[in-house]
């Protein structure tokens, strides 16, 4: 596995190295950009769906783009990979190149894990956009400085007095000091009967015998992938809002930009606290309609002639969010600091999820990456395949 995995890495990089890419002003914009790019959005895939290029030569023209070295990412992403993948590439509204493993289809829907994540920090930039223009029920009024346990009764008692200092945004960043992966809890893994929600607000332990009751830091101050910090937003959504986040995505995001093919997990019940939407994992999309995200977000909330997701809450969650981990946002992972995919343009961010599950969005290429499928994890640095795919823009 390991050398499976070095020679995928070497032919991605060596492919971003031979194009010698270079980060300049207008990069990659073509000299005959199609006049309709900037107006354009996807009609549902059940009356037409994306446009998209027909041949190399429009690929080209259109997209900008070389297909020979396209080509190159999907012979070798088709020659290590077995079972059902996706792996898209739109550029400029157009499907430039689509690849799919047996036996996907265009209709297929995965589980993108943690991907899940952006679209919560979706629905959180909802809910804090309503509470700013007092659209919220009984005019509750919510920030990103909010003490988060002020929506959490089910919190109290506390497990640890360290708590009352978790704010909004420490959750929404990965520092609320709650214990993730580094600290080994990995995901929720539940005790026969157990709760999830139980689980996060360190009520129970999960079966592993791990607990999530006491604080391994002060808010704040470190930076740990905690979903057992992530379970809070669906408990602070479902309180504030009035409704479940996967309702109101579906109602004023998904609809919308012409989703139709997509589902979403709730999570507890059956005797414990729940169930509401799985705030951490369980979305499942197709990767065109999973593009439509991207791409509605790399056009700054607007779908259309409507803002669909407030455009301060875009520029704010797709940037570094803290110091002690640069590289995330709120719910986004982010390229601010130019670390984290060094040959892509600063502005670009990415939904990630396990089984390298991954919707990549750089606005200033007006470029949306998608590649869904069940596994491997990992496949090496997070950047493939984005850094071949931008290698590829014409320059």
Known sequence: ?????????????????????????????????????????????????????????????????DPEKLDKVGQTTTALYAGPWVLLVIRHGYIVREWMGVPAMPQTTFDVWSCTKSATGIA??????????????????IDLDSPAYSFVPEGYPLTDPGKEKIKLR?????????????????????????????????????????SAARLYAQPGEAWDYSDAGFVHLALIFSHVMGQEIGDVMKARVFQPIGIENSGWDLQGGGGNLG????????????????????????????????QIV????????????????????????????????????????????FATNRCFVVPSLDLVVVRLGYGPQPIGPVGIPLTAIVAAIAK
Request: overall charge positive; proline content about 6%.
């Open 124 to 141: 959180y930039g909802l809910l804090l956009d309503d509470s700013r223009n007092h659209r919220l029920p009984k005019d509750a009024q």
């Open 310 to 353: 407030p455009k301060w809450w875009i520029d704010l969650a797709t940037r570094s969010s803290q110091s002690v981990n640069p590289n995330y946002g709120y719910t986004f992972w982010v390229n601010t600091e130019g670390n984290l995919w060094p040959r892509v343009p600063k502005d670009a961010f990415a939904f990630m999820g």
């Open 170 to 210: 420490h959750l929404l960043s990965m520092t609320s000091g709650i214990p993730g992966e580094d600290h080994g809890i990995i995901g929720i893994e539940v005790t026969p009967g157990g709760g999830e929600f139980e689980f996060g607000l360190g009520k129970q332990s999960d079966r592993f015998g791990n």
């Open 275 to 306: 169930p509401h939407t799985n705030a951490h994992s369980g979305l499942r999309l197709t990767a065109r309609d999973f593009a439509r995200l991207g791409y509605m977000l790399s056009r700054g909330g607007t779908w259309k002639d409507k």
């Open 1 to 65: 596995m390991r050398t499976v995995t070095r020679l995928f890495i070497g032919l991605f990089l060596s492919l971003a190295a031979v194009s010698g890419l270079h980060l300049t002003l207008g990069w990659g914009l073509p000299a005959d950009k199609p006049e309709s790019t900037e107006s354009y959005y996807p009609a549902p895939e059940s009356a037409g769906g994306w446009r998209r290029c027909k041949n190399d030569e429009e690929v080209r023209r259109l997209a900008a783009m």
